[in-house]
């Protein structure tokens, strides 16, 4: 058994099928014992329907830790499914703590900034920004399995409810009834996010495709980034539309009107607190907030005041509540899923998705009663809390703290700060979203997801937030549903002395075999699709014909071989197909016989009455066996 | 080279993964020589474009008897192809008239009383019926592929129109609107038909699968049936509505109403010419018109009058218009291909589907100008044309002629044709539509199918004929999405003595081979399933470590093997979740190999930087290869 080990050979040079392909002119195969087509052992209905669901809803068996346990210990280990705090707490340490407090410190002196920053990009008071900084984060502490989770508001989450809810009630003129409707999104995204983790429909996140999100947060990056021209120029009289078209029109109608030209313009993006309180002394110092800078002014002191009377249920805008909730929820949870996961790949553990969804999702329920507004893993703190060497999720509780502190005591030294520098905050938190290299790596690698995310790009910028999804997740799952509606079928040729059959314009030293046509079907066999493999297989075997024709060949066709190794499933429609295929071929003198199909494929031909055209002798185990099995009948009767 | 001949073993039993698969002791492989993974030759961006876009719009190369022939054959064979009449009709004889004449003057005999029943399905004016089944035809024969079609109005298309044009429009108080609309509709279904065939999107029509199509069709059957007690039972304030229950409560309320029985129930199926001729005779006779049974009335004499002025482009109902077209024109269009594909498929010719949508929109387009509503090829119709032993489409021109001598002469005898037998004419041909064996061999073989199909009966039935279908096809495409979102992922083993790897759920004999998981993921692995897979695969080997440590194996798990032969395609969410998994697996010094990737995902792990983590000696051609290879590599460092 030996391994040759320079394994790969990168050879160009465009490959002409009709005539730089060897043909073998004998048969070279060599002898195959022919085994038997078992049926898969049977079923019952109900039990293959368990499996099936089992696969579908609990593809990771979450409860194979119960398995075979005490009922106290089962007990212990529910409570600690569902808190997992129980589960790291007790073995909590003081070496652990100062780890966690430096993170947590180091996230609050990035959180403050941000999430004033971020409520004002949601149109929010910017005290809701450091609300939604204290008990999500505790919440999240006490059921979230991440260690590494950075808690608050997020920028993608926050641009969507504001463009979302400002179509529909202007902040300045309505505020109540804007904040209102701020929470109540906010508690309808906890429930939907809830509710997805609970009834394990997870998997529906996965739709948001990597290629969708970058293009989506590239496009949102630059709205953001020149609505905030708004704070950075200084202009008052600015659109209140999102999209690219408006706000530049707003930039370019603005250009005329005497702009005050921002003073404090290097604030650098790594120190957000830094420049806060720099900008703050500044305009203390100088004054400037009379020579027309404009300051955040009076914050109130004091703890999250209840909101739970501000939920909003009944009269019009409800239907808004609900569909901004459900948009901001399924953002926020991809970020935050997406965020748990990566570091937690980072440090080799494992978290569950359907329960991390149920805890965002209690966390943002609890939070809309309290005056948070949507919140969720973020991105930027998250990688901080993990380069800052966080080990649990008291780095969260830390953070809390610290904004606590800040809005019992600091709030009066927010007065003097400039709104310019939350503007510069917010670009320089988003223009890192715009990732070009990610794009141009999905130009190279897939030219579907590169179109899926430049339509996510181009849909936010130039027509709105949510049809620049909406098309972006119909072109990801157009892709999906053209490949089984269009699938490749390839021509397979033996590899000589072996038994491995490839396909001839992939493998050089594939051979034909004589008299024979392999086919490789490469999808499940669907209604999609069954009507085209029909005339697509019709079209290979014209054209084999012909090609023995022209070849003066003296083997002319006689069997057809279709290998099913990669028709992992097949419908009624299928199945109806390859009978079709069957009758019409058997009608030209030409035999076909079906090489390694999987077991549900062998269960629905026999259940259906296709196994009376195909005969069990027409069912091979592969492709070397359909070959050497029907060689012999061809020479029993010449 | 010899094959058993017995080849299928059919055994029952559930079989328990855990005690009864036999586990290899030692590794029984047969010597392997280990080959190259190839990467497949390069190709230009745009030239495996080029091939891409023809494989999804012209599959069936349409222009491949154009190759290599002179500028006149090619005009010849052009004008054929857009005409084909000029292919048949110059070899048509007089034995072949002869066929056509009989089975022509049979489907007039059905045509004619159909005609009549269908438009008032539709709530159209019986003549219209008469029209449509004049002029399609005609144009249908000029430009239609198929021998067999018999082309003229349909009930199922019939039905939807009238039921989703009286949503919005009474035919009683407005019946030129009424008119007006039916046309236009008939216009947008032409044009969407045509449009359809001309860019080549034929394969839209695919995905209304058959079970959609089955459910769809009996629930439709039930409500026309329904529908027609009015006829039948001479009730007067019928319901408007369609939907199940608006129509069995006025059957109801109406029951206590002085019910007139109809006196000719005995009606059969078989013969409607000549049941409408007795009928009309008995009433005739007996002067039953005079005596509460309602009969059709006087017919307007004379030829098909142009409508173009009455096509209606402004207004509030265009957008109702241009759905109905689109609505009937896809079901229409999917009847008609459908009828086609069935009756070439038995006389072993082919039919250009996208050719026959071209021919069917512009006979549809054609009708619309000269008071004809849409039409199709009619299954029933068709079934008795091709028994009747029709030979080319002069069986529709000598059917359109007698149609027309009808129009011209006859159109007097039908002034005492009872509208009770249209009802029952109505009634026999739909109830041939309802098809239980179907439904029950949906059932046997695919459970998901039977889901579509009845959620479409359900949905036709309770809903509306829209809502149906629209569930319908809802589930369809689930299943499609559902198959790559939770894909199957199944434990493969050594069929002893070959090098053949098989599900060791599905084949008895299989063997683990020790040291070594060996999984096969049967799907395209896609953003939808790249977490689901990543996930499912740690599951898979932490189950594995589990056994091996609960049985004792001295052979520690140290390679996981993916078999990629099922995965013909990956995106770049794939790539990146099996860079995850090896840098995963890594941590845990297990080896993470691939074998047999096909040459696209060959492909884009070389174009990624996948290839830096896998590096090439992880690619292996068979499972075989990476089994003795990495055997050997274990050897080599103990």
Known sequence: MGGSSNRIEDFSGVLDLESSLPVSATVVVPPVEIHKVSVPPKRGALQSLKQRLGEVFFPDDPLHQFKGQSFFRKLALGLQYFFPILQ?????????????????????????????????????????????????????????????????????????????????????????????????????????????????????????????????????????????????????????????????????????????RPKLFWVSAAAPLASVILSTLVVYIFKAQKHGVQTIGHLQQGLNPPSLNMLYFHGQFVGLAVKTGIITGILSLTEGIAVGRTFASLKNYQIDGNKEMMAIGLMNMAGSCVSCYVTTGSFSRSAVNYNAGSKTAVSNIVMASAVLITMLFLMPLFYYTPNLILSAIIITAVIGLIDFRGTARLWKVDKLDFLACISAFFGVLFLSVQMGLAIAVGISIFKVLIHVTRPNTVLLGNIPGTQCYQNLGHYRDACRIPSFLILGVESPIFFTNSTYLQERILRWVREEEERVARTKDNNTLKCVVMDLSAVTAIDTSGIEALTELKKTLNRRSLQLVLANPVGEVIEKLHRSDAMEHFGTNNLYMTVAEAVAGQSSLFKAQP
């Open 88 to 260: 790291w707490g007790p073995e909590y340490s003081l070496s652990l703590l100062k780890s966690d407090v430096v993170s947590g410190l180091t996230i609050a002196s990035l959180a403050i900034p941000q999430g004033i920053s971020y409520a004002k990009l949601a149109n929010l008071p910017p005290i809701i920004g450091l609300y939604s900084s204290f008990v999500p984060p505790l919440v999240y502490s006490v059921l979230g399995s991440s260690k590494d989770l950075a808690v608050g508001p997020v920028s993608i989450a926050s641009l969507v409810m504001g463009s979302m809810l400002r179509e529909a009630i202007s902040p300045d003129k309505e505020p109540i009834l804007y904040l209102q409707l701020a929470f109540t999104a906010t508690l309808f995204a906890g429930v939907f996010q809830a509710s997805l983790g609970l009834l394990r429909l997870g998997f529906i996140v996965d739709f948001l495709s990597t290629p969708t999100l970058i293009g989506f947060m590239g496009g949102s990056a630059i709205i953001v980034s020149l609505q905030q021209l708004k704070g950075l120029l200084g202009i008052v009289h600015f659109t209140t539309q999102m999209g690219f078209v408006p706000v530049m029109l707003s930039v370019f109608k603005h250009k005329t009107e005497s702009l005050r």
